[in-house]
Every structure is written in structure tokens, then in C-alpha cells.
């Protein structure tokens, strides 16, 4: 490693203290003979002043010494109190360089001061370029399962049509199975381009105000067949007739159906899906709860996560791309709003997030 910063320092101030040293040397002996001179003219005073000065100019060298010694009392304090740490620092940010050590070397110092905020910080950055490679691969691992396991069917199916193992009066079934695991691979896709915008700040916004129960009542309409099936209901309790929010209207309506259909897959059968709309300030707040199987308290912070689906906490549905709560999490932060969610295992999961008010409220 280069050390020609420290070098110059330690040989500046050993330059220093060796000038200064030999200046006063030279000068210690004139300036003692000129004060012991000055001291007294008397003749019967000459003879012995002359004697002493020898002896007290040794004193003086002594003295020098002394305190040439103690001079470098604050050579060693910069040397263990600073450069040490700042050289830490140095090899913990050349070790990322290295593929060997990726994820950095941890630097071991907890002084309060601007190092150990430095230090601190980039701990913090050695932990985070851990959690992103993690996050990377478990990403990858689960986007390629995503996308190879309804590519298998597509390519299973249409070769069994094709060579004869299914015969023409079932190919209509089947072919109903291939257009739907094409359907998922298109909402794959779409999620993801739509995560990429949000990545790149690239999402714009439609705000304007509008009617926040006609979004609603559209979104129980298109999953009404789910929540038959399921012999779901859902109880609505709105506090006015008419609630004009701000936002961007498409994108407030695929939060909406998002969240209702996260809670018709993971409520009890013959349960009820409960939806809240509440007016405080200028805010609205707007509740989605189900009564269902509930998340685990040390996976709640895992549900934002792109493709989290595989925890038992959140049922055996798998046919779902896993990013439609991450989609959620990323409009309503990109509308500078809020989200965030309630759960216990075994009674539900209630999601709550803000719209600002729009101005006809």
C-alpha cells in the first residue's frame, strides 16, 4: 500500500523538531552566556559565573532533550489516533476492488468523531453490498423460475398436440392451459418493465381528482367471479357518498385491485373482505382487510420484495407473479404517500395507505 502521505507527514514534522532542536543548540549557549553577563559585572562575580555556565548549559541541553522527547508525544497520538483508523478505512474501501473480498473488510473502530461516522458508514455499505448480491441472485434464481416453469407447460403441451399423445377432441383444454400460462408470462413481464420504470425514476404521473367509489365499485366487479368461487364478501365502509382524491387514476386502480386480490386469495373460504374509506386533514385513508391466514411478524418486512410468494405464511397460491405488492409499495411512494400493513397468523392482514384529498372533497 502507499504510504507516501503518512512519510511526508512523519518526515515534515521530524524536520521540524531537528531544526528547531539545533537552532536553540546554537543559541542555548550564547544566550546563556550573554544572560549570565548581563547578570552581573562585577569582577569577583567573572571567575565563577564562568565555571557555572558550562554546568548550566548542560542543564539546558538536558531540558532540550526532554523536551524533544515529549515533542513526539503528538507524532505517536496521529499515528494511533488517526492514521491507523484512516489506513483501516483505506484497506476496507481497496477491498471491493478485489474479487476475493467483494464484500469488504469491516473496519473495527467506534470513537464519535467524524472517523467513526466514516467508519460507521461504511460498515453500513459493506453490509448493504452483501444484502444487494444476495438479493441479486435470489432474484435471478426466482425470475428464471418464473419464467421457465410456464414456458415447460407451454412447450409440454404444444409438443403433445403436435406428436399426437393428446388427441384433437382435448387440444381445446389444453390450449386453454397455454393461454393462460402465456397470460401470466405477459403480467410477468408487464410487472417487471413497470418495476423498471420505478427503478429508473422514469414513472410519470397523471394526477388529477376524481371519484375514488366509482374505482372501487369497478374493482369489486372484475373480481366478483374470484370471490364467488371462494364464497367471499365484501363490506364497504365509506365515509361519504363521494371521496375526490389526487392522483393518477390508473395506477390508484391496480393498487385497488392488487390488494383485493391479495386478500380474496389468502382469506378463509365464506369470509369477509373488509374495505375502508376514511377522510382525516387532507388526507383519505383507505383499509383493505381480510380475514385469512395472516403473516408471520419476521416476515412482514419480506412482503415488499419482488417475487416473495414462497413463505408458507402466504398460502399455497403459486400461480401469482409474486410483484403485485412491490408494484403497490412503489405507486403509492411514488405518489409521496404512505403504506403499510397489520398482520397476526391465524385471524388476517389489513393494508392501509393515504391519497391526498382532491379539491372538489
Given at each position: 500500500?502507499n504510504h507516501?502521505l ?11 523538531l531537528a531544526?528547531?532542536?539545533?537552532a536553540?543548540?546554537?543559541l542555548t ?5 550573554h ?10 562575580y567573572q ?8 554546568a ?12 524533544f ?5 503528538p507524532?505517536l ?5 488517526f492514521?491507523?483508523?484512516l ?6 474501501a481497496?477491498?471491493y ?6 464484500a469488504?473488510?469491516?473496519v ?17 455499505l459493506?453490509?448493504?453490498v ?9 432474484f435471478i ?5 418464473d419464467f421457465?416453469?410456464p414456458?415447460?407447460?407451454i ?5 403433445a398436440?403436435?406428436?399426437?399423445t393428446?388427441p ?7 390450449l386453454?392451459i397455454?393461454?393462460?400460462e402465456?397470460?401470466r ?6 410487472g ?16 388529477t381528482?376524481?371519484?375514488l ?5 369497478k374493482?369489486?366487479?372484475?373480481l ?13 365502509q365509506l ?5 375526490m382524491?389526487?392522483?393518477d ?9 392488487n ?16 374495505l ?7 388526507k ?6 381480510d380475514?385469512g ?6 416476515n ?7 417475487f416473495?410468494?414462497t ?31 397489520v398482520?397476526t ?7 392501509i ?5 382532491g379539491?372538489?372533497?
Amino acid at each position: 500500500m502507499n504510504h507516501r502521505l503518512r512519510n511526508r507527514l512523519y518526515l515534515a514534522y521530524v524536520l521540524f523538531l531537528a531544526v528547531s532542536f539545533l537552532a536553540a543548540f546554537w543559541l542555548t549557549p550564547k544566550l546563556t552566556h550573554h544572560y549570565l553577563h548581563a547578570f552581573s559585572q562585577a569582577e569577583e562575580y567573572q571567575e565563577y559565573l564562568a565555571g557555572q555556565s558550562v554546568a548550566i548549559q548542560n542543564v539546558c541541553y538536558i531540558l532540550l532533550g526532554i523536551f524533544f522527547l515529549l515533542s513526539l508525544f503528538p507524532l505517536l497520538f496521529f499515528h494511533f489516533r488517526f492514521y491507523r483508523p484512516l489506513n483501516k478505512i483505506i484497506m476496507a474501501a481497496a477491498a471491493y476492488t478485489d474479487a476475493d473480498t467483494a464484500a469488504g473488510i469491516p473496519v473495527d473502530y467506534s470513537g464519535d468523531d467524524e472517523l467513526g461516522y466514516l467508519c460507521a458508514s461504511l460498515n453500513y455499505l459493506s453490509s448493504s453490498v452483501n444484502n444487494s448480491g444476495e438479493y441479486q441472485r435470489r432474484f435471478i434464481s426466482n425470475i428464471s423460475h418464473d419464467f421457465r416453469s410456464p414456458l415447460t407447460s407451454i412447450k409440454g403441451y404444444v409438443e403433445a398436440m403436435l406428436d399426437g399423445t393428446i388427441p384433437p377432441e382435448m387440444q381445446k383444454r389444453y390450449l386453454g392451459i397455454v393461454l393462460n400460462e402465456t397470460e401470466r408470462l405477459n403480467k410477468l413481464t408487464e410487472g417487471l418493465l413497470l418495476l423498471n420504470t420505478f427503478d429508473d425514476k422514469g414513472v410519470y404521473l397523471n394526477k388529477t381528482d376524481f371519484d375514488l367509489i366509482p374505482v372501487i365499485e369497478k374493482i369489486l366487479a372484475t373480481l366478483e367471479g374470484l370471490l364467488q368461487k371462494k364464497g367471499l364478501s365484501v363490506s364497504t365502509q365509506l365515509c361519504a357518498p363521494s371521496v375526490m382524491v389526487n392522483a393518477d387514476l390508473d395506477k390508484i386502480q391496480q393498487v385497488f385491485y392488487n390488494l383485493l386480490d391479495n386478500a380474496t386469495k389468502f382469506s378463509y373460504p365464506d369470509s369477509v373482505i373488509t374495505l375502508t374509506v376514511s377522510e382525516r386533514k387532507r388526507k383519505v385513508f383507505v383499509a383493505v382487510k381480510d380475514h385469512g391466514e395472516g403473516i408471520a411478524k419476521e416476515n412482514l418486512p419480506k412482503i415488499w420484495d419482488r417475487f416473495y410468494k414462497t413463505d408458507a405464511s402466504r398460502g399455497k397460491d403459486k400461480k401469482g407473479t409474486g410483484l403485485g405488492l412491490s408494484i403497490v409499495k412503489e405507486i403509492i411512494r411514488t405518489h409521496g404517500q404512505n403504506i403499510n400493513v397489520v398482520s397476526t397468523e391465524g385471524v388476517g392482514t389489513e393494508f392501509i395507505f393515504t391519497l391526498s384529498k382532491g379539491s372538489g372533497s
